[in-house]
């Protein structure tokens, strides 16, 4: 579905990405983990078209859409959630979602009641709160909204940037469950997260992103039992464990 | 005074209020798309009634002032492609300095085409002398046509920004370009689109209000720095808090002739401005709950 070869990108001079490929296969979740810094972030940004790739190329479904304007990513089916949520805060939960279904075009303005009604169905707090202002929502709420203002776009490729971040332990459950469920409904995702344990739990395969290269990657049970991967991101200091 | 002068007073002060009124929602137009103030919006408005006064020598008055118009909102929109477009990185400061640097130079350039000549449209109905008694007060026909056109373009765009699709992508990518454009907008087309709307209502203003304050090259400033008092008075980005804050100005412009030398009118408007800046930036009806959400 996805195919990334030595990409490179970064802002100005500065090279984030260091020829990273990847693929991602339909009906998968992917999961990219890396410390602060490592290039996440950015390597979503270029996916999406937000910043131009310098060099290396994106193939999404087989289609070369290295260099395509963020706004024609997304009406192609490849869609990212960024990071921070990114709500259209001054305006109303229903407005975001039907500014939400902007790529699909004039098609899905008649249809767009129907898609608002199946996302409510999936996140039935936005139901309450439709005529509130997003900016006004919870963080939880925003990142729903931010998640169910993707789907509008009825993509085939969801990319998420750390769902997770700054939300109550509760809540990020909530956000995975959702993630599981929309692969249950047929749809690919790829996730950058900082909440690895987490991801990789959910995940079918995992990349680690190491200062803009990739590192390791594989099935996301194998990483989960790596030790590099355990000792730098899930938290356990193994030597600690072996002297004990 | 009695009771009919003080009505005259209020019906003048509502008719000036309703013009910057218009001026400021320019202004709002652009800001709610950008979140740039354009300082050229007075010249928009200048340029409208200028070219309908040229048009008019030529065809009748009607379609002189749609004419003019289109073409104003059509300067707007190569304004907006030459000078902003290619903008790496369009900062609000950069913008603003752009866009005083092209009030000037529209300024300039009607100077050189029309001269210093004090011009104005004939009255829509009826003449200098005609007038319409309302109650105790009598105002001229074209008073009515400025608040009634002017009432209706504030409809208009109420509910283009509220209920259309278009209107909505215009708020979205003021609210977030970048979420915008993950939503599939093209953001720098709704700029553009943004300036065409608001030079459009800026030119139609200029029309209907030529025959009582007449056209001058330099009429722009004036009314800019009245619009922009309303925009902030009333609460930036809100059209309706514009038209608020527009009668309340004039209202108070109005009275102020009655206790202190006329010279003193524009000094009231940026005494209104900076005392609104010191204590309620976020306008009279702006909510402190949507200021607190955006940046500028």
Request: proline share 3%; charged share 15%; glycine share 10%.
């Given at each position: ?24 296969n ?11 810094g ?44 960024p ?5 259209f ?9 039907l ?9 899905a ?13 999936i ?5 309450e ?38 939300l ?5 459950r ?14 690919t995702l ?15 395969r ?10 390791l990657?594989g ?15 899930l ?10 | 005074?009695?009771?009919?002068l003080?009505?005259?007073y209020i ?8 013009i ?18 354009n ?9 409208g ?16 002032i ?12 190569l ?21 005083i ?20 449209l ?6 200098e ?7 105790m ?6 008073v ?13 765009l ?19 370009p ?46 800019a ?28 412009e ?14 009231i ?9 010191f ?16 940046e500028?």
């Amino acid at each position: 579905m996805l195919r990334i070869i030595n990409l490179e990108s970064g802002y100005g001079s500065l090279r984030v990405i260091r020829g990273v490929s990847l693929h991602v296969n339909p009906g998968e979740i992917v999961t990219i983990i890396g410390a602060n810094g490592a290039g996440k972030t950015t390597l979503l940004n270029t996916i999406s078209g937000l910043i131009r790739a310098t060099s290396g190329r994106i193939i999404f479904d087989s289609r070369d859409v290295t260099g395509l304007a963020a706004e024609k990513v997304v009406s192609l089916g490849c869609v990212l959630v960024p990071e921070g949520r990114q709500v259209f805060s001054t305006m109303t939960v229903k407005e975001n979602l039907l500014l939400g279904a902007c790529p699909r075009g004039k098609r899905a303005a008649g249809r767009a009641d129907k898609d608002i009604e199946r996302v409510y169905n999936i996140f039935p707090r936005l139901r309450e709160r439709h005529n509130q202002l997003a900016g006004t929502l919870s963080g939880g709420e925003q990142q729903m909204l931010a998640i169910a203002r993707a789907l509008m776009s009825d993509p085939r490729l969801i990319m998420m940037d750390e769902p997770s971040m700054g939300l109550a332990p509760v809540i990020v459950r909530e956000i995975f469950g959702i993630i599981s469920r929309l692969r249950r409904e047929g749809k690919t995702l790829l996730l950058v997260e900082q909440n690895a344990r987490m991801a990789l739990g959910i995940s079918d395969r995992g990349y680690v992103l190491e200062t803009g290269r990739i590192v390791l990657q594989g099935p996301s049970e194998d990483l989960l039992q790596n030790r590099d991967v355990q000792r730098a991101y899930l938290g356990r200091d193994l030597d600690a464990e072996i002297r004990l | 005074m009695g009771v009919e002068l003080f009505l005259q007073y209020i019906a003048a002060g509502v008719t000036y209020g309703i013009i910057y009124a218009i001026v400021a929602i320019g202004f709002n137009i652009i800001y709610n798309t950008t979140g740039i103030i354009n300082f050229a919006q007075g010249e928009f408005v200048m340029l409208g009634s200028m070219i309908a006064i040229s048009l008019h020598g030529v065809m009748p008055l009607l379609p002189s002032i749609v004419l003019a118009s289109v073409v104003t909102m059509f300067i707007g929109a190569l304004i907006e492609v030459l000078f902003i477009r290619w903008l790496k990185s369009p900062t609000v400061l950069r913008m603003i300095i752009i866009t005083i640097g092209l009030s000037i130079l529209i300024r300039e350039l009607a100077l050189s085409i029309w001269g210093e000549g004090v011009r104005a449209l004939p009255y829509f109905t009826g003449n200098e002398v005609s007038s319409v008694e309302i109650g105790m007060i009598r105002i001229s026909p074209q008073v009515l046509w400025v608040v009634g056109v002017c009432l209706f373009m504030v409809a208009v765009l109420q509910g283009f920004f509220h209920f259309t699709l278009l209107g909505r992508k215009m708020r979205a990518c003021a609210a977030n370009p970048v979420a915008a454009r993950l939503c599939g907008i093209n953001t720098k087309n709704m700029v553009t689109l943004s300036f065409m709307l608001s030079a459009l209502i800026g030119a139609v203003a200029g029309c209907v209000v030529s025959p009582i304050t007449y056209s001058q090259y330099n009429m722009g400033t004036g009314l800019a720095i009245k619009g922009f008092t309303v925009a902030i008075l009333g609460g930036l980005g809100n059209s309706l808090a514009a038209l608020g804050g527009g009668i309340v100005l004039g209202i108070l412009e109005s009275f102020s002739v009655w206790f202190m030398p006329s010279a003193y009118k524009d000094a009231i408007s940026i005494a209104i401005l900076l005392v609104i800046l010191f204590v309620r930036p976020s306008g009279l009806f702006g909510s402190k709950e949507r200021m607190a959400l955006k940046e500028f």
